[in-house]
């Protein structure tokens, strides 16, 4: 206590108060520091104002702006940060002017040098163009030219002599042409004349060229005469060969009617006739009469023929007609009808026996039909079970498929029900009759559809989401090409040329699509596409 009376505070206990002592200790520094602050930061001020001066002074000999004073609203205190920005952007300034001074400076000197070489070939071609102008009075001279014809000038005049001469060469050419010509055209006269001389005297003296025409006249006739003579000929010769055939077979047939005659026994030939016809009668009664007698026999009760000819020959004729015609009436009133009834009650009696008793034909018959019903029965098991177990691996094949489906087949069906706007909801693959795998098309109520089911268009839309799928999967691994149709939507109605060309317009992200078509509505359709804007362009060729 006695300590704190002179500091007149009342102290707190020495733990407390020791803190406050080092508290007070750091404020005695701090204290201090400040005023060695204060005194530097007085140094800085004086400094700061010194190096302002300094850039001033220098931005007034570059003969640059000071920058613009500070706002009212803000202190007055100079700083130099300001105008330390303004000098160093000044400094880039003149650095770049200096850069680009020296970059002339140094364009310059290779220009006076360019100059001074130019001049010096300036020189030189002057002194060459007035030896080549003397030169050139000289030629022209000797050309008999004007001293300031142009070279333009002297070269058609040139050329029109170059072609002066090649006329007057080519004359020369055609004149030696024409007297070999002539020539020959005199040789060939002569030879007409000696020809003439040989072949038609008549006309020995003509001119050659009515000679040749007559000539080409009689050739023709000639040529006409040898066609129709070798056509004469030929049927000369065919008729001689049908001639000697003729007369070949008419010695067979001679001797043929010869021996004829002499197995008849007739002295010429027109009595063959009249004896063949005779034969033939005699031979239609003797198979008459043979056909007679074996009737007689069979009804003759085992008599011969002889018995019944001594038995006829003690019988009266017209009592027998009397008793053949009463029996035939008795026949047509009694034994007819009753006779249709047997034979119906016979039928029925056939069939009945044949159906209670049978025959061992029937009962073979009957024990073949067990039999094969028994193996039918076993073979249609065997077909039940075969066919249910093809049904069970075809459905493991299916879905193994689907699990491991072909990336093509997938696309295939995206196109394909967008092609046929729903109406078949994909492709899949099934197989035939033969086991063998097909395409089918898929409804979607699952109905499979073959491809011979479909109609042409639905084929169409087939194929070209087979393209499509099999370019986009060609596109994954390769550089695509450009597609190429032409007239692909003929069979397509309204909706399904929309959707196709949809299509189209989206394959053509992937590639560029080229679509021909002589169908304005085509063009139209292609035009109302939700990206036409951006995918289509319509272009029509004349």
Known sequence: QALWTEMDLAPLPPREMSAWAGQLLRLREKTGQGEELRETAN??????????????????????????????????????????????????????????????????????????????????????????????????????????????????????????????????????????????????????????????????????????????????????????????????????????????????????????????????????EVIERRFLEQRALTEELREVERELIDSGDGLSLEGLETEAAEVDRDQVLAEINALDQRIDRELNPQRGVIFEQKLVAEQQFQAMAGSDEASALAEQAQQTLSEVRAHAERYIRLRLAARLLRDEIEAFRRKHRDPILTQASRYFSKLTCASLSGVETDFDESDQPVLVGVRPNGERLRVEAMSTGTRDQLYLALRLAALDHYAESAEPLPLIVDDILIQFDDDRSRATLDALAEFSSKTQVILFTHHERVADEARRLERASERVFVHALA
């Open 43 to 272: 140094t800085l001020a004086l400094n700061r104002d010194a190096q302002r001066q300094h850039l001033i002074r220098a931005l007034m000999v570059c003969g640059q702006p000071q920058p613009q004073p500070q706002p009212q609203n803000e202190p007055q205190t100079p700083t130099l940060r300001p105008l330390l920005e303004h000098a160093e952007s000044c400094l880039s300034a003149i650095e770049r002017s200096a850069s680009l001074r020296a970059g002339l400076e140094k364009d310059v000197a290779e220009l006076e040098e360019t100059t001074r070489l130019l001049g010096r070939e300036l020189a030189r071609t002057e002194k060459a163009l007035a030896a080549w102008t003397t030169e050139w009075a000289v030629l022209m001279r000797e050309l008999g030219l004007d001293d300031q014809t142009t070279p333009g000038e002297v070269s058609d005049h040139l050329q029109s002599i170059a072609d002066g001469l090649r006329l007057v060469d080519d004359a020369k050419q055609i004149e030696i042409r024409i007297q070999a010509i002539e020539r020959e055209a005199e040789d060939f006269e002569r030879d007409v004349q000696a020809l003439l001389l040989r072949l038609a005297p008549n006309l020995a003296g003509r001119p050659v060229d009515e000679a040749i025409h007559q000539l080409t006249s009689q050739l023709t006739e000639q040529r006409a005469a040898k066609s129709r003579l070798d056509e004469l000929n030929k049927q000369l010769r065919q008729a001689e060969k049908e001639a000697r055939d003729a007369e070949a077979e008419l010695h067979a047939a001679d001797a043929v009617l010869s021996e004829l005659c002499r197995q008849a026994g007739c002295d010429s030939v027109d009595q063959l």
